[in-house]
């Protein structure tokens, strides 16, 4: 059974840091390329950041670059999200997410508010 456990989300003032991390099991996590989604309220699901199976490929949405760094450790079979510089427009519920054979696969999310 495929899991996915999003941590590290809380309150964060303009310009602060927050790590995500998500923690993967029930497929063989090195295979697979890794995904962080967002959704602010109101608003439709967007793809923040991805990387590939061995970390050697990412990319971000526009809004973030610069700002986010995501990277893996398949030994640990988790997968981060650096953000740094956080906006008040970065308040959303995160999510990770996998693809295994066509299926979409999610965590339950994590929020991330950010407010002074």
């Known amino acids: 059974q495929v899991q996915l456990v999003e941590t590290g989300g809380g309150l964060v003032q303009p310009g602060g840091s927050l790590r995500l991390s998500c923690a993967a099991s029930?497929?063989?996590?090195?295979?697979?390329?890794m995904r962080w989604y967002r959704q602010a309220p109101g608003k439709e699901r967007e793809l923040v950041a991805a990387i590939t199976s061995t970390g050697g490929s990412t990319n971000f949405i526009d809004s973030v670059k610069g700002r986010f760094t995501i990277s893996r450790d398949n030994a640990k079979n988790t997968v981060y999200l650096q953000m740094n510089s956080l906006k008040p427009e970065d308040t959303a519920v995160y999510y990770c997410?996998?693809?295994?054979w066509g299926t979409g696969h999610w965590g339950q999310g994590t929020q991330v508010t950010v407010s002074s």
């Open positions: 029930g497929f063989t996590f090195s295979l697979y390329s």
């Open positions: 997410n996998v693809y295994l």
